[in-house]
């Protein structure tokens, strides 16, 4: 195991993590890109220029980052680049403007990526995942109503056709999917893992 702390919106630090990865390993395989932050809930018309930056610099430059200094570390061999948007990136939805634009960024640049780099067999594909339970949507639960989380959890279960938050493992095994061979001929999508959630 190797850990190298850093900032995803910082590039050198990319290119220590990465230097570092091939120091220790010689080679990358899989790269999962998939560190985000929330932002602010509330409408567009109140959204603070400096939390909507700060959102896409993390959310937005980091996969950019990411997808930028992982292919080049994968151009010889190939490799599996998976990009952690939302199902906030494949709709609208409301009162999470920087969040929405930054997850619409990520699909964005992944299938521009796998275009671009699919001849170096390089494959790059997303999840979109809807609520997981995780402590970022535990917190946001909590910035909407400090006095009564669980009954805006009810709300958005409410609106999923399963009635529940995605177990994270379930997004783990689908990104293990994506990063393996079994998966060899998908690039460029960009799945929903949302029960029924975009279907509805």
Same mark, same amino acid.
């Given at each position: /195991?190797?850990?190298?702390?850093?900032?995803?919106?910082?590039?050198?630090?990319?290119?220590?993590?990465?230097?570092?990865?091939?120091?220790? !390993?010689?080679?990358?395989?899989?790269?999962?890109?998939?560190? @985000?932050?929330?932002?602010? &809930? #509330?409408? =567009?018309?109140?959204?603070?220029?400096? *939390?909507?930056?700060?959102?896409?610099?993390?959310?937005?430059?980091?996969?950019?980052?990411? =997808?930028?200094?992982?292919?080049?570390?994968? /151009?010889?061999?190939?490799?599996? &680049?998976?990009?952690?948007?939302?199902?906030?990136?494949?709709?609208?939805?409301?009162?999470?403007?920087?969040?929405?634009?930054?997850?619409?960024?990520?699909?964005?640049?992944?299938?521009? +990526?796998?275009?671009?780099? +699919?001849?170096? #067999? &390089?494959?790059?594909?997303?999840?979109?995942?809807?609520?997981?339970?995780?402590?970022?949507? !535990?917190? /946001?639960?909590?910035?909407?109503?400090?006095?009564?989380?669980?009954?805006?959890?009810? #709300?958005?279960?409410? *609106?999923?056709?399963?009635?529940?938050?995605?177990?994270?493992?379930? $997004? +783990?095994? =689908? $990104?293990?999917?994506? +990063?393996?061979?079994?998966?060899? !001929? /998908?690039? #460029?999508?960009? &799945?929903? $893992?949302?029960? @029924? =959630?975009?279907?509805?």
């Amino acid at each position: /195991m190797l850990v190298v702390e850093g900032d995803v919106g910082h590039g050198p630090d990319w290119e220590r993590a990465i230097e570092s990865t091939l120091k220790r !390993f010689d080679r990358l395989d899989v790269l999962v890109n998939n560190a @985000g932050i929330s932002g602010g &809930i #509330g409408p =567009l018309v109140a959204c603070a220029d400096e *939390m909507f930056d700060e959102v896409m610099r993390v959310n937005a430059r980091g996969v950019f980052l990411g =997808l930028k200094h992982g292919a080049r570390a994968m /151009m010889e061999r190939g490799g599996s &680049i998976v990009n952690v948007s939302s199902v906030s990136g494949i709709g609208g939805g409301r009162f999470t403007v920087a969040y929405t634009a930054s997850k619409h960024a990520v699909v964005g640049m992944t299938k521009l +990526a796998a275009v671009e780099l +699919a001849g170096n #067999g &390089i494959r790059v594909n997303a999840v979109c995942p809807a609520p997981t339970a995780t402590e970022m949507v !535990f917190s /946001m639960e909590r910035s909407i109503s400090p006095e009564s989380p669980d009954a805006v959890r009810k #709300g958005m279960t409410r *609106m999923i056709p399963m009635g529940r938050y995605a177990d994270p493992v379930e $997004i +783990a095994q =689908l $990104i293990v999917f994506l +990063a393996s061979d079994a998966s060899s !001929f /998908m690039t #460029g999508t960009a &799945i929903p $893992i949302d029960g @029924g =959630l975009k279907a509805a």
